[in-house]
Structures are given as structure tokens and as C-alpha cells.
DNA sequence: CATATTTTATACCGTTTCGCATAAAAATCT
DNA sequence: AGATTTTTATGCGAAACGGTATAAAATATG
């Protein structure tokens, strides 16, 4: 069935990157100051074709919202790779997310769900729904490594795994707004650093 | 020499009341959605009038971001007085912070700076640099308060007290964000309260 | 009262916006 | 090959956008 070639003109373009590239630009201007045809030059689609494939503007902007929602997960669940030691996996978070708010032609772009989604929150209620939705997922995810953490004894065993774990991500969110507001990498690694110390307890 | 009168017609508003107006209109839509017609609208000033007094949409919202911040500044610094235990300080500081995040008609806003100004912080170099200042003029404040703990001895005299404000900085940028995304009053105050254990030491 | 000055109101301008209609192009199916 | 189906390209169109020209209204000054 789903491998079967389907009739008609095939797409000159893989739906996966038009959505990466799409975002790129939603990253750095939000939502609503990304035009139709600065994403249809940045994606070197037709309008059209944007329209044919992914729907309206908030549609392909829910759709970049998505992706990174699901890759973001990815490299955390990496990052808190069991086999580690929780400090280290903390440490490994954090690198990771200034990795990725570092990054880009614009040295300080911060997260994208975080700095664009936000201010289209109140407006767009499927906005505000997949805001929400990731940051609890990226909640869980640290939860069940502290969960482990508090079995191993890595943790006292009255500590409570959801609470930090919701602390732990209170930093991320920290370095995320703060990487796009302009601080130097040194500072927001400061940042990480202190924060790995006062969750896992000072080494 | 200012209180004389000027010459000409007298305005029929006053300028921060209608800043104040701008800002709600901007909280709820970001800066780029905003249009000129809805904050005419809801300032009741006709665009000329607008023009006339604050320049282009841009220096308005530059207007209502520095009258955010300087607000935000007055709470804090009213949260943290220092004839309160520094416990008590902080769980000000955010049941404040809470009272700004749950306001509005809309149950959810966040916090204006970091739902709004992030999403314009690239493209907009101005409002880069107020986000940039509001946010350390923030980790200021709280880092006086925590340099007079350690000399009082609520906190440990190894503590470092920029480290720990910017920590404790970060728990509230993390109630901005949650708060935007619809989390409910009771499980932002849990965040609020960990955050208060986590910093301050376990009570 | 006449003049100067500032604010207000109406209306408009050129541009950009999003979204689509139309038709050509490129593939599969019969 | 011809019919069918889907994607691409060009270009349009109505509406909304930010911003301003123009003139009336309201005050101070002389």
C-alpha cells in the first residue's frame, strides 16, 4: 500500500526539509513576521506547492512546531542515556540544548518553541496546545531518569522525581530565553554548571 | 520650566495610561500581530495621534517594554525587602511573578518580556538589548538580596551570590513560560515552592 | 480678537499580506 | 498513445498593513 508509487506529477522536494527549512525562518522571525514569501523562497517552493503540501501558514508552522518537538526529544532521551551517571547526564542536557540554541547564522537564536511559540500562545489555541504538550514531555523524560536516579541511590530517597525533574527543566528554559536575549556561551554555561550542581547536589 | 504650560491644544490623554493600553494589546498578540488598527483601538487614540506622541509601532513597544520592565523592577525590589527572612523573599518574588502571569482575561499571558520580546529579539536589535537588560537588572536585584544573606547567615558563607540569583532567576523565567503555556495556578506554585526549597535549602 | 501652535479627525496612499485560480508540466494507469 | 492525476509555475485579487497628508479643533500668546 504505502509503498506503492502514486499517479500523477511525483514532488520535486522531500516534505521532511521544506519543513526544516521552513522552520529556520519561523526560528528567527516568529510566526507572525515570517511571510509567505520569505518561506516560500527559503523552502524554494511555490506558494502553491506550500499549499498543496502542508496547508495554510499556521498549518506548516504547527508542522516545524512538531519536528522539532520530536527531535528535541531525541536528543534528550540520548542525552540521559542510563548508562551514565546522573551529573554527567544533566551536564549532557544542557550542552546539548546550548548547542542547538547556539546555533545558527544568528549566533544567539535560543529555542524555537520557546521564543516563537510562546508569543503566539494566547492567539492560537493548537499553538499553546503543542507548547504545552513538549514542555511536559520534556518533563517526563527527565523525570523517569530521576526516577532510576532515586532507586540507584544516586538520589536521597525522599527526593521527588517529577519536582526535579521540573526543576532541571526550569534551568533549560532559563538558558533558552537567555541565549536568545544575547548572553555570551561562557555565562549560559555557567548557568548549566550551577545548576547540574544544585539539582544532583554539589560534587 | 516643565510646568508651564504648552502652548497649543492639550492632549486629551495621558501618555503612560495609554502605553499601559499598548502593552495589553501587545501581551496578548506579540508585537508583530498587533496591527495599528487594534491599538488604536483599544488606546482610543486615532493613528495620527499615535504617531505624534511615541513615533512607529516599534518605539511604542519599546515604550511599553521599558514601563514593564521598570514596574517589574518596583515588585521585585518591594518582594525582596530585606527585613524579611530571605525564604520569604523569594516566595514573594514569585507569588508576585504568579500574580503578573495569571492576569488578564486571558487566564494565561506569561510574562510580556519573555513571551513577546523573544520572538522579536533577532530581527530586532532594540529589543534584544531591553530583553538583555530587563533580565540582568532582574538577576541584579535578587543578587543584592542574596549578597546581604551571606553576610547575615542565611545562607552558607561559600555561597556565591550572582550564581544563586541567577538560579533563582531561572525558576521564574520558568513560571513565565509554563504560565503562557496554560499550566494551572497550583502546578506553577509547586514549581514556585521547590524552587524556594531548592535555593534557600530544604526548610 | 487675531495669530501661532499643537492635537485631533478623516481620509487616503502605496505596499505587503495571504490565499487561490488557471494552466502548463510530468508522472502513472488503461 | 491517450486519459487521468498530481505537482509546478505564473500571476492575480481582495483585504489588511503601516504610515501620512490635509484640514478642523482647541488651546496659549500678543
Same mark, same amino acid.
Request: proline share 15%; glycine share 8%.
Given at each position: 500500500m504505502k509503498s506503492e508509487k502514486k499517479q500523477g506529477r511525483p514532488r520535486a522536494f522531500d516534505a521532511r526539509t521544506v519543513i526544516g527549512q521552513a522552520r529556520e525562518v519561523f526560528w528567527d522571525r516568529g510566526f507572525s513576521a515570517a511571510s509567505l514569501d520569505t518561506l516560500s523562497a527559503a523552502t524554494k517552493l511555490n506558494r502553491p506547492s506550500l499549499y498543496g503540501a502542508f496547508g495554510d501558514k499556521e498549518e506548516l508552522y504547527l508542522d516545524a512546531l512538531e519536528g522539532y518537538r520530536e527531535e528535541s526529544l531525541d536528543v534528550l532521551s540520548e542525552a540521559l542515556d %542510563?548508562? !551514565?551517571p546522573l551529573r554527567e547526564n544533566l551536564a549532557r542536557v544542557y550542552d546539548r540544548a546550548l548547542a542547538i540554541y547556539l546555533h545558527? /547564522?544568528? @549566533?544567539a537564536r535560543g529555542c524555537f518553541l520557546i521564543s516563537t511559540a510562546t508569543a503566539e500562545a494566547i492567539q492560537h489555541a493548537r499553538v499553546r496546545e503543542v507548547l504545552g504538550r513538549s514542555l511536559n514531555d520534556f518533563d517526563d523524560a527527565i523525570k523517569e531518569r530521576m526516577e532510576l536516579a532515586v532507586k540507584r541511590g /544516586? !538520589? %536521597? @530517597?525522599? @527526593?521527588d522525581p517529577a519536582t526535579l525533574a521540573r526543576l532541571a527543566s526550569a534551568v533549560m528554559h532559563s538558558l533558552a530565553v537567555r541565549a536568545r536575549a544575547g548572553d555570551t556561551r561562557e555565562t549560559l554555561e555557567a548557568l548549566a554548571h550551577s545548576g547540574v550542581d544544585l539539582i544532583c547536589g554539589r560534587k
Open positions: %542510563p548508562a !551514565l545558527g /547564522e544568528t @549566533a /544516586e !538520589l %536521597p @530517597a525522599d @527526593a
